[in-house]
């Protein structure tokens, strides 16, 4: 296993602080453009994979192989079972096919962000009552931690920017969550693929960093035609002030 990989290999600890598991595996719900990046970056990282789309495994065929042994292909309520981790980056007008019952006390990674215009109105999103990943949250039931992040990240800057640790062009990503010990969690990934973290609060202040703030997209280009520029290294300090930023 590469050093990378062995920081990934952490403990969780129980109440009484026993020892209970290692966290080995990343469970996507998704492989698309993020899901396939968090795949490549993962397995580069030296942890296993569990891909899963809506079209079924066969589907994913090609791009198992690309990943290589670390890699398979699953059902979505297969992955969502077998992930440490679990990351669901889909549109978020999917958001109730997601599976419940594998999910049961786990960490829930979201990328999400709502798009009307791919999504169709969600009301309660268009009335400002929740936020895409409070609705997730709100579904998937209280004993499902949901962190969200990696959704203010254009795709092929986040499968360009991850440095080590401590290196001075490392990068930082926003994550929010109303459980501290799933942030934890959130953190520890993200430091494994190589991103530093700043914790922007509880999940409901996971809209700072949604498309149309100055968090989203911006701070990792050097112009506002982000998805046009090469990727720019964003520091925690950066993150901050673009999160402050957003106002309240
Ligand atoms: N693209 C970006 O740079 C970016 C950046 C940040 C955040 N995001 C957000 O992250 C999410 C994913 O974005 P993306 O660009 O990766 O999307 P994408 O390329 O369109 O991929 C979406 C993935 O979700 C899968 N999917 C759809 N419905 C599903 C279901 N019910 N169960 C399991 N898998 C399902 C799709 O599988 P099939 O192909 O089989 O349908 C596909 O693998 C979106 O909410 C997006 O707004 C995107």
Excluded: C
């Excluded at 929740?130 to 931690?145: F, K, W």
């Excluded at 942030?183 to 990934?189: F, G, W």
């Amino acid at each position: 296993m590469e050093a990378r990989a062995i920081r990934a290999v952490s403990r969780n600890r129980s109440a009484v602080g026993v020892v209970v598991a290692y966290m080995v595996t990343l469970g996507l719900i998704g492989s698309g453009n993020i899901g396939s990046t968090l795949a490549r970056l993962a397995v580069d990282s030296g942890l296993d994979v569990v891909l899963s789309n809506s079209r079924g495994p066969e589907t994913l065929r090609d791009l198992v192989a690309e990943l290589g042994p670390r890699a398979r292909a699953a059902t979505a309520a297969e992955a969502a079972a077998a992930g440490d981790w679990v990351v669901v980056t889909i549109p978020v007008k999917a958001y109730q096919q997601v599976p419940r019952e594998p999910l049961a006390g786990k960490t829930v990674l979201d990328t999400g962000n709502y798009y009307p215009q791919r999504d169709g109105n969600i009301p309660e999103l268009d009335k400002k009552e929740t936020t895409d990943s409070g609705l997730l949250q709100g579904y998937l039931g209280g004993d499902v931690h949901v962190v969200k992040v990696f959704n203010n990240i254009y795709f092929k800057h986040l499968g360009l920017l991850p440095r080590p640790a401590g290196a001075a062009d490392r990068s930082a990503l926003p994550i929010a969550g109303d459980d501290a010990g799933a942030k934890a969690q959130a953190r520890e990934l993200l430091d494994v693929l190589g991103f530093d973290t700043v914790d922007a609060g509880p999940l409901a202040e996971g809209r700072r960093f949604q498309p149309d703030t100055p968090a989203y997209g911006l701070p990792y280009a050097s112009a506002a035609d982000f998805m046009n520029e090469p990727p720019q290294p964003a520091p925690v300090t950066a993150i901050e002030a673009a999160l402050a930023a957003a106002g309240n």
